[in-house]
Structure formats: C-alpha cells, structure tokens
C-alpha cells in the first residue's frame, strides 16, 4: 500500500472515532450536570445510538453498497452528521435533543461499515494491513478524551461542537479518499440478508445460541459503564475523568497485543469468561470504591476496559468466524452485531436510566446527586449472572 493512501485511511479512522469519542462519553455528565436532566432522560439520549445500530444495516445494504461510491456517501452522513452535532449542542429541551440524536444516530452509524469498506478495498492483505489501519481510530478515540478533558469542558456542550467540527472535517476530506465503487451493485438481497438472519440456522447448535443469548444480555450491563461511567466520576470529584477514561483503550491495545498469546494456551470457552469475569469485577470495583470514594479502585475499573472488551467482543467474533460457513459468515458477524450493539445496547440504555434514577436525589438550586453503590451493584449481578450462564451451558466442539 502506497504511503499517501496508508496516511488518508489512517486519518479517516483517527476522526471516525475521535468524532464518538468526544461527544459520546461526556454526554452523560453534560445532560446530567449541564441540563440537570434525570436519569431516565440521560438513557434515553444514549438509546438512539443502539437504535441507529438497528436501522444502520438497511441503510447501507440498500442504499450505499448498490448505487453510490463509499467516500461519497461518508462524505454525506459526515457532513449531515456534523450539522446535527452543532444543532444537539444548542439544544436544551429533552425532547427535541432526543430527536436531534436520534437522526444523528442514523446518520452516523453507517459510518462505521463504510470507513471499513473503504480502507478493505485498498488493501490485499486485510490480515496484516488492516489492523495498522484500524489502531488508529482507537489513538482518535484517546486523542479526543484527552482533548475534553483538558480542556475541562465535560459538563457542557462544547464536546458536541469539537466532533462537529471533526466531522465536518471529515466530510470535506472523504471526497478526496480513493475511490470505493459500489460494492453489492447488481446483488441479490434481501432484509434478512442485510440483518445477517440467514445465520439464524446457527442457533441449531445449543452453544451458538447460547453464547447468541449471553452476547445480548452482557450487553445490558455494558451500557451502564458506557452511559453513566464520565458521570460517576465526575461526580467523586476525578480530575480530568474523560482523560483518565482512556486508560480504557489503552488497556484494549495492549490486551490486544497480547491475545494471540492466550488465546492458545487457554481457547475460546476461558477467554468468553474471562472477559464476562472482568465485566462483573469492574462493576464491583466501582460500586465499593464509591463507599470510600478509593480513587485506586476506579483506575483499576477503568483499566480492566482491555480485558473486558478483548477478551469478550474480539474473542466472540473468533468464535463466529469459525463457527459459521463461509456463506454466512459476514451475515453471522452482522448477526451478533445487531444483538449486541444494537438490541442489547438499546436494552441496557433504558434499564440503566431506570437503575440510576432509582438512586438519585435533587438537590438544592436543581441539581442531582446518586448513591452510586447500589447502582454499580446491579451491572456487577447482570455480568454475574450471565458468567454462570455460559459456565453452565457454553461447551463448544471446536478446537481453536
């Protein structure tokens, strides 16, 4: 691969996700200690992400990959996507803010398969090239955690205006990327080829499904520490919390590194509940660190990130990869894509706004404060529960 397209695509990636990374893990903490909303309203807000994971696939499966060329439709929804940014930032009624997220979700969801479709058709060896490519939407990701958080400007609405910008920037910038024609022009397919249900026959297999189930419900949890995590921390009084967050992925690239290493020595079975352990410990770590407000416990929390997201979510897509038939393989990946990111994600918005609202209080002049404990305990349960269902019932026949 040439060096100025290795440099575009990189870039690409670093905004991508430094666009998510600097208006989605604050969001809690600005709608909370900016607006004053509730609990309730917080999750809603980050519902419409899951729910533009839903509509994502149609989107791009009937529209972008059979009439137009990937940078161009990027081009669009980033450009879209940034207008709608900068009109969410300004906008303080919880309602309107909701729908104005809600369209964003839509817009910026496909995103996430088109800057992949870009970079997979510049390259012959997506095994070794993609990755180098890939590492840098996580550096966007900490580049913009870091940025909010030095800037200190969490609990407003100027993360929503810097991934605005960003956005913008990349909407401008994906019209010079190198051309990606149309992939599925002229292809047959329909809605169950485009939500992966064509994989559906691999819940025949008592484990697939099984593990199908605890990939859903795992996520439920998950949404707590994506949706109300920025919030608690600002809350005990972390300094710099977006910036110590991204200790997070951090930790995710170096577990990264170092899974080929366990992932021979102790397969896949090990590795899925290795992960779901680290889901429940990281919960347990927030809730009885809040007790004494144990700064150490909450960095410890924070750091288990590498583990819970690469031991479960990469190890997961491992095991469907070699799972499903090559016909179906990419609609068994888009499969668990949509239980996870989609339905248990949108799930857990709502279950954790419940949760969290069930342990807050107003407080004078308005604003609101939560006994963090208990709310942390529930998440720790919900992974709980969901590592004895897999060390109960996943027994896969593989050997990997």
Known sequence: MRFPVRLALSSMMFLQFFIWGAWFVTLGTYLGQGLKLDALQIGAAYSTMPWGALVAPLFVGMVADRYFRSERVLAFCHLVGGALLWMASRETNPTLLFW?????????????????AVAFHQMNDTGRQFPAIRVWGTLGWIAAGVAVGTLGVEATSWPMRLAAGAS???GIGAFFLPETPPRGKGSEGGVARLFGLEALVLLRDRSFAVFAAGSLLICIPLAFYYNFTNLFLNEQGLANAAGVMTLGQVSEIVFMLVMPFCFSRLGIKKMLLIGMAAWASRYLLFAFGASGNVVAMFYLGILLHGVCYDFFFVTGQIYVDGKADPRIRAGAQGFITLLTYGLGMLIGSWVSGWVVKAHEARLPGGGISHEWMPVWLVPAAMAGGVFLLFLALFKPKEKH
């Open 168 to 170: 913008w920037l990349l």
């Open 100 to 116: 104005t997220l809600f369209v964003y979700a839509l817009a910026y969801n496909p995103t996430l398969a088109l800057v992949n």
